[in-house]
């Protein structure tokens, strides 16, 4: 296995069968965003290995049905003031609470910047996996395992459904509906590839609901309340879809139900999406496990 490197492990691409004459000119035309003369900067600095570790030239000559290994920087990455806590670290789990605006994993224009790589740093565990995600918008209880070899244990709870997740939001309050209920539909891919929407039932053609969401009324507030929801399924904005098509759209939420122009993050206005807590028997030492974050989701001011 290759190493990490200042917490970002390495990514890969596969070598196809193709015409190019050396290594350089594949990476060019595979990724025409960046520069001959940025890989042929990455090689030099041994960021650019094949399989077995060992540094690739920039014309050392195109071999197919391989692979080729690449550590990812990013220059001039925008700091992130937002600062998670380690909630809990035993030998084999790291349970962190992620503010909002703060992405779990590298992506885009976001690498050092994203909290798994600064635990990995922090922590000094350069093997440290997420089990999960949550939205870069959403804050709360996210897990992390120590130990790769443990991983497919934690993900089966996951895959099983065995893993109680119990969430809060702030979202419009509405006399009409009667609680506690639960939002069951079938969720597709929207128009727009940000969003997921409920299809309709001629869509479903009969299928089995893929997603089901148990929503709790907590407290009222004039206008909002405030709502525990426990997804029962795992998909992608699966509560910010259930609780916008329940009439309920949760505040801050730029996406649900109509996709606003995206821009620079309203740090004063997060969406009050919060994942409160998280419960599972672990698959490793078969003791119950429970974890709760210590963040807070605050009703915005009302309007004057």
Not at 66 to 93: M, P, S, W
Not at 186 to 196: A, E, R, S
Not at 200 to 225: K, W, Y
Request: with cysteine.
């Amino acid at each position: 296995m290759l190493p990490v490197r200042d917490g970002v492990g390495p990514s890969q691409v596969s070598l196809p069968t193709g015409g190019w004459t050396c290594m350089l000119d594949f990476l060019v035309q595979r990724f025409p965003a960046i520069a001959a003369t940025e890989w042929t900067a990455r090689m030099a600095g041994g960021d650019v290995v094949d399989g077995a570790g060992e540094r690739v030239a920039p014309a050392q000559p195109y071999r197919p049905h391989g692979k080729l290994f690449y550590y990812r920087t990013v220059a001039h990455e925008i700091r992130n003031a937002a600062q998670a806590c380690v909630l809990f670290e035993d030998e084999l789990l790291v349970v962190a609470d992620k503010p909002h605006f703060l992405p779990v994993t590298p992506s885009g224009d976001c690498l050092q910047e994203t909290l798994l790589v600064r635990l990995r740093r922090q922590l000094g565990v350069p093997a440290l996996t997420p089990l999960h995600r949550i939205d870069r918008e959403t804050a709360g209880v996210v897990l992390f395992a120590k130990h790769p070899a443990t991983c497919a244990g934690y993900h089966a709870l996951f895959a099983g459904r065995e893993v109680a997740k119990t969430y809060q939001a702030i979202a419009p309050s509405n006399a009409s509906l009667q609680f506690p209920l639960t939002r069951i539909s079938n969720l597709v891919t929207g128009d727009h590839f940000m969003q997921m929407r409920e299809a309709d039932d001629s869509a479903a053609n009969g299928r089995e609901p893929n997603a089901r969401t148990e929503v709790e009324l907590m407290e009222t507030r004039g206008a909002l309340a405030r709502y525990r929801l426990r997804p029962l399924t795992g998909k992608r904005h699966q509560l910010r879809v259930h609780m916008a098509a329940l009439g309920l759209p949760i505040v801050g939420d730029r996406i649900y139900p109509r996709l606003l122009r995206q821009g620079g993050d309203e740090v004063g206005n997060p969406l009050r999406l919060l994942a409160q807590g998280i419960a599972f028997r672990d698959p490793v030492t078969g003791r119950e496990r429970g974890f709760s974050s210590r963040l807070q989701l605050h009703f915005p001011p009302p309007l004057l």
